[in-house]
């Protein structure tokens, strides 16, 4: 396992297995371990910290998909949160957290996570985010281009 060194300044870090990240057809997916920090009194993974797997793998996908000049214009803000909390993730447990891009708006990007249990592949959460994309220079709304669109133009994975 390896640190994460591109977490949100003063933000929590992640301990994410290196080889398990991966792009498949439209979806990306990166491996986590639970962190004994993550685990809340009743003794499962805390409600907060799937929202923030979610968007670290967020993160990561645009991260390793988009052109470095992209990542220089652009940056994302959550504008929606939703998410299903389907079984607990216990402590020691290694998950995956799998995320896709859904229907894209001028403005409005709808981004789809699933958060498994490596072991058995158990559901443990779904999320569905909203996110809209803003330009660094001056912080407006930014309307993204075809070609960068097309990078994440995806159909729902199975």
Same mark, same amino acid.
């Given at each position: 396992m390896t640190k994460r060194d591109d977490a949100p300044a003063g933000g929590p870090t992640l301990s994410i297995? %290196?080889?398990a990240i991966r792009v498949m057809t439209g979806s990306y997916e990166i491996g986590v371990q639970v962190q004994p920090e993550d685990v809340d009194v009743?003794? /499962?993974v805390n409600n907060i910290v799937y929202l923030r797997w979610v968007q670290e793998v967020a993160i990561a996908h645009w991260r390793a998909v988009a052109p470095e000049e992209a990542q220089r214009q652009? &940056?994302?803000v959550v504008l929606r949160h939703e998410i299903d909390y389907r079984r607990p993730a216990l402590p020691g447990d290694a998950v995956r957290a799998r995320t896709w891009v859904g229907r894209m708006e001028a403005v409005? &990007? =709808?981004r /789809?996570? =699933?958060i498994t249990r490596a072991s058995d592949g158990t559901l443990? %959460?779904?999320a569905r985010t909203l996110w809209c994309p803003l330009d660094a220079s001056t912080g407006r709304p930014y309307r993204a281009s075809a070609e960068l669109r097309a990078l994440f133009a995806t159909e729902e994975p199975g």
């Open positions: 297995d %290196a080889d009743p003794g /499962h652009v &940056f994302w409005r &990007f =709808e /789809h996570t =699933e443990l %959460a779904r």
